[in-house]
Each structure stands twice: as structure tokens, then as C-alpha cells.
């Protein structure tokens, strides 16, 4: 199993639908997770943080389940603005010498 | 928040010469900085994992003789691509981490090479 697995898509979809991407991790003793967006050409930038079960913040809602080592994002009332590669990554437990495991990373395409 | 500056931001060069690429924390000290390469359409690869005053650490898979890196103070680490080709082509980008208990990494604007 990778150690963090995405659906790359890609995920087409109309302005205002919402939308859900999962990313599955395979460390189990991971406890810190990250949605980072990237847009063409751009470097990663910070999306969301997850530390416990979730956080939310405005139309992006992302969700933690450590039982089955998944994290979701989900992105209401899409923006063609929100069209871009989303990368989930998932640091191994522990200070801030380690290494990022990044995701394939999921394309999004928000359509007029 | 914290700043990476990452220079330059583009470079074209020709095959057979050298490309030193520039990560700086402007306003962190970070004791280790990753670089990573990410091809057209593809995720971002590790690379290397390089720590201050001490030797990098490679990927699997990565030249650490063609991709040489230093970190000779809390806020700089440079890549060298060595003797480039065209296959050596990418989006290079660095990251930092400053201390804490969880890692949030901070990116640099990421340097396209592109070897004629």
C-alpha cells in the first residue's frame, strides 16, 4: 500500500456543486494531516490543517477518520476559482525534521 | 507567515553546464529543508531531505553526485543541478519546516529549468 493515496482524477464538475476527494494514509501513528492546493505551474500552497477530527473553514470542510486512515476534503459551492490540483499530505508523526509524503494529488476542474 | 524564497524562478541553460538553484527562510531558521522536482502533470517527488551542517539525504533513485546539495546555514540550502540535460527538465521546489511539534511546511515559488 502507498504510504498516501489519492483519486487523481480528474474531478469535473459545474459552479456551485459540492465536491469530496479522499485521501488514504497508510501510517497509522500519523497525527498531523494537510490539504495544500496547487495551481498550475505554482508551488503547493496551504489549504487546511487537520490535527483531530476535522476543521472547517468556509466552503472547504476537511474530516479525519482514523479507523479507516482516510482524510476528506470537501469544497461547497465550488468557484471556477477553486480549479486547481489539490495535494494531500501527511507528515510522519514527530518534530519537524521529517520528510512530506505528498498525495498524487487530485485535479479539479470547476466549469462554467 | 513564515516566508521561503526560492530563486530563480526561471532558468534556461544549455546541456553540459551546471544550475545552482536558491532556498532561502526569510523569516525562520529552518534546520531542514526538502527539495523536491515535480514533472508536467505529475505530484511533487522528494528528492532530498537536507539538514544544516551535515550531508543530505537522497531519495532512492536521485544522483546525489548530479543533484548536489548544501546547507550551510539555518536559513540557506542550495541545489546544484550538475552537468544538466534535457531530461533534467522540471519544476524544482524547495520547503522548510520550522520547529514544533507538527510539521507545516513553507514553500519556496519553485524554479523551472528548462536544459536546451
Known amino acids: 500500500r502507498k504510504e498516501v493515496e489519492q483519486d487523481p482524477g480528474p474531478f469535473n464538475v459545474p459552479e456551485g456543486a459540492t465536491v469530496a476527494f479522499n485521501c488514504t494514509y497508510s501510517n497509522s501513528a500519523s497525527q498531523s494531516f494537510f490539504w495544500y492546493r496547487q495551481d498550475c505551474r505554482k508551488e503547493p500552497k496551504l489549504l487546511m490543517s487537520v490535527y483531530s477530527s476535522g476543521n472547517e473553514d468556509g466552503r472547504f470542510t476537511a474530516q479525519l477518520n482514523r479507523a479507516s486512515q482516510y482524510i476528506s476534503l470537501l469544497i461547497r459551492d465550488s468557484k471556477l476559482s477553486d480549479s486547481a490540483t489539490y495535494l494531500c499530505v501527511v507528515p510522519p508523526y514527530g518534530g519537524a525534521t521529517n520528510k512530506l509524503i505528498f498525495g498524487t494529488g487530485t485535479l479539479l476542474a470547476v466549469q462554467p | 507567515g513564515a516566508v521561503v524564497s526560492q530563486h530563480p524562478s526561471r532558468v534556461i541553460c544549455k546541456s553540459g553546464t551546471s544550475v545552482k538553484i536558491e532556498c532561502r527562510s526569510l523569516d525562520f531558521q529552518a534546520t531542514t529543508m526538502f527539495w523536491y522536482r515535480q514533472f508536467p502533470k505529475q505530484s511533487l517527488m522528494l528528492m532530498a531531505t537536507?539538514?544544516?551542517?551535515?550531508?543530505?539525504?537522497?531519495e532512492q533513485g536521485v544522483e546525489k553526485d548530479k543533484f548536489l546539495i548544501n546547507h550551510a546555514s539555518l536559513t540557506l540550502s542550495t541545489l546544484t543541478v550538475t552537468s544538466a540535460h534535457p531530461e533534467d527538465s522540471s519544476f524544482y521546489i524547495c520547503?522548510?519546516?520550522?520547529?514544533?511539534?507538527?510539521?507545516?511546511?513553507?514553500f519556496g515559488q519553485g524554479t523551472r529549468l528548462t536544459v536546451v
Open positions: 520547503s522548510a519546516t520550522d520547529r514544533g511539534p507538527y510539521t507545516e511546511a513553507f
Open positions: 537536507s539538514n544544516e551542517g551535515s550531508k543530505a539525504t537522497y
